[in-house]
């Protein structure tokens, strides 16, 4: 049986809730990734923020990416998966919430993130593709 945890990748960096999101869009380009998980200052997962929630939410209303924080854009509970799931689990999440990114929690503390080039790595082709019939082309 093939879970969360070995589709994931490990090591999902957090940005706090209280800096800019020009530090995110920063530290997005560094890491060569498009969304980073939003952490409290008790470390736990309190949303995920993405490149086109900075440019539509942020530059394109005008607002200063330098003084809007991470924690402003925070909108409910994020969906996760335990890193124990198994992968119909994880791919009914990511396909019931139209979600491209999963983050992976284990003892409610982040420990990775499941994005749609990690379920293409990891799962079956006609898996993955029923996933992007899904989730991309909104059927």
């Known amino acids: 049986m093939t879970t969360a945890r070995d589709i994931?990748?490990?090591?999902?960096?957090?940005?706090?809730e209280?800096?800019?999101l020009a530090d995110a869009a920063?530290?997005?380009?560094?890491?060569?990734i498009g969304a980073l998980p939003i952490c409290?200052?008790?470390?736990?997962?309190?949303?995920?923020i993405t490149d086109r929630d900075i440019v539509?939410?942020?530059?394109?209303?005008g607002k200063d990416p330098k003084t809007m924080t991470a924690g402003m854009l925070e909108q409910g509970k994020p969906v996760t998966i335990d890193a124990g799931a198994d992968s119909d689990a994880v791919l009914q999440?990511?396909?019931?919430?139209?979600?491209?990114?999963?983050?992976?929690?284990?003892?409610?503390?982040?420990?990775?993130?499941?994005?749609e080039a990690d379920l293409a790595r990891r799962l079956p082709e006609e898996r993955v593709g029923h996933f992007v019939e899904v989730v991309c082309a909104g059927k």
Do not use: F, W, Y
């Not at 409290?40 to 995920?48: E, F, K, N, T």
């Not at 999440?93 to 994005?115: K, T, Y």
């Open 56 to 61: 539509v939410k942020c530059v394109a209303k």
């Open 40 to 48: 409290g200052p008790d470390d736990r997962l309190h949303g995920i």
């Open 93 to 115: 999440a990511m396909e019931q919430h139209r979600i491209r990114r999963l983050p992976v929690v284990e003892n409610h503390r982040l420990v990775g993130m499941i994005s």
């Open 18 to 20: 209280s800096e800019t």
């Open 8 to 16: 994931m990748h490990v090591g999902a960096t957090c940005i706090q």
């Open 26 to 32: 920063r530290r997005m380009s560094e890491l060569g």
